[in-house]
T-cell receptor
């Protein structure tokens, strides 16, 4: 099994550009989430989803949109990139039970906003 | 805001020694999890301890939880160079949100 796959692995954007970070899992997990990791700050929750068609905000949702049309995919959209969004982004998934279950992480997307 | 704070921020030990890192959190929890992150990679789940458990073991890992002090510790016994990584605690306080701490960077030297 591939587990959680994130694409692209690296991306450089200019301020104001938009883009979509892809996340796919092949484990039939109901719960999926997006985090950003910044130096010295650990991981912060951006958005999460408890199942197809259901999404909710995390700790730092501003500037990001998500949708969950299928169980497998949970894309993260940057609407108008800002330098403050330079970070490493991680997608995670788990079985039903959400945060109460072990999370499976992808290897991240390293995003730089110039 | 960060729920968990790890201590120490960085730890350097010799191979074969034990490594202990601590996590403190602020509000009541359903469970607490520990994760490892190797450089440039995603996080890997190590162990989950529920709020009604006090201690849990997995191989060379031992986790304790003291809900009265809102703290947990992760002990890695007989450390190996391959244990070099960052370690994070994460708390489930309900509401389908997992909150991570700032991490401890462990370096195990030969």
């Amino acid at each position: 099994n591939a587990g959680v796959t994130q694409t692209p692995k690296f991306q450089v954007l200019k301020t104001g550009q938009s883009m979509t970070l892809q996340c796919a899992q092949d484990m039939n997990h109901e719960y999926m989430s997006w985090y950003r990791q910044d130096p010295g700050m650990g991981l912060r929750l951006i958005h999460y989803s408890v199942g197809a068609g259901i999404t909710d905000q995390g700790e730092v949702p501003n500037g990001y949109n998500v949708s969950r049309s299928t169980t497998e995919d949970f894309p993260l959209r940057l609407l108008s990139a800002a330098p403050s969004q330079t970070s490493v982004y991680f997608c995670a998934s788990s079985k039903t039970g959400g945060a109460g279950q072990p999370q499976h992480f992808g290897d991240g997307t390293r995003l730089s906003i110039l | 805001s960060q729920q968990g704070e790890e201590d120490p921020q960085a730890l350097s030990i010799q191979e074969g020694e034990n490594a202990t890192m601590n996590c403190s959190y602020k509000t009541s929890i359903n469970n607490l999890q520990w994760y490892r992150q190797n450089s440039g990679r995603g996080l890997v789940h190590l162990i989950l301890i529920r709020s009604n458990e006090r201690e849990k073991h997995s191989g060379r890992l031992r986790v304790t939880l003291d809900t009265s002090k809102k703290s947990s510790s992760l002990l890695i016994t007989a450390s190996r160079a391959a244990d070099t990584a960052s370690y994070f605690c994460a708390t489930d306080g309900g509401g389908n949100k997992l909150t991570f701490g700032t991490g401890t960077q462990l370096k195990v030297e030969l």
